[in-house]
């Protein structure tokens, strides 16, 4: 089966990408990008037309159970410094935007920076 995902958001081959699901409150895969992004219809995404842009995926990893995004870990992140942990959090996994290499590794569970 080809992994492919579909986005608004430009990326480009190489980049590291990590998937959130609602529910679970973590990070439930990652994966590289193994293509450049292009417009393809696909009758598996009901939504299609919200999200035009299709990319490849490879060296795809799941995460069982998945890896919390408790107030802990988003105390350690980058991206909530000036931040309280504790405070709504969203914003964080609502879209698609760029983490630092720091923040990627705490959220896959590669580092425990």
């Known amino acids: 089966m080809r992994n492919v995902v579909h986005l608004k958001t430009h990326v480009m081959r190489g980049d590291r990408i990590c998937f959130y699901a609602t529910g679970t409150v973590g990070v439930i895969a990652h994966a590289r990008v193994a293509s450049e992004p292009h417009y393809e219809d696909d009758p598996r995404v009901t939504y299609g037309g919200m ?5 490849d995926l490879d060296e795809v990893r799941s995460h069982a159970p998945p890896i919390v995004i408790d107030s802990a870990l988003r ?7 000036g931040r309280r942990p504790s ?12 983490a630092s290499e720091h923040d990627f590794n705490l959220l896959i569970g590669a580092s425990e920076a």
Do not use: C, N, Q, Y
């Open 51 to 55: 999200f035009p842009m299709v990319i």
């Open 75 to 81: 105390g350690r992140l980058d991206a909530f410094k």
């Open 87 to 98: 405070a709504p959090w969203s914003w964080f996994v609502r879209t698609m935007h760029i």
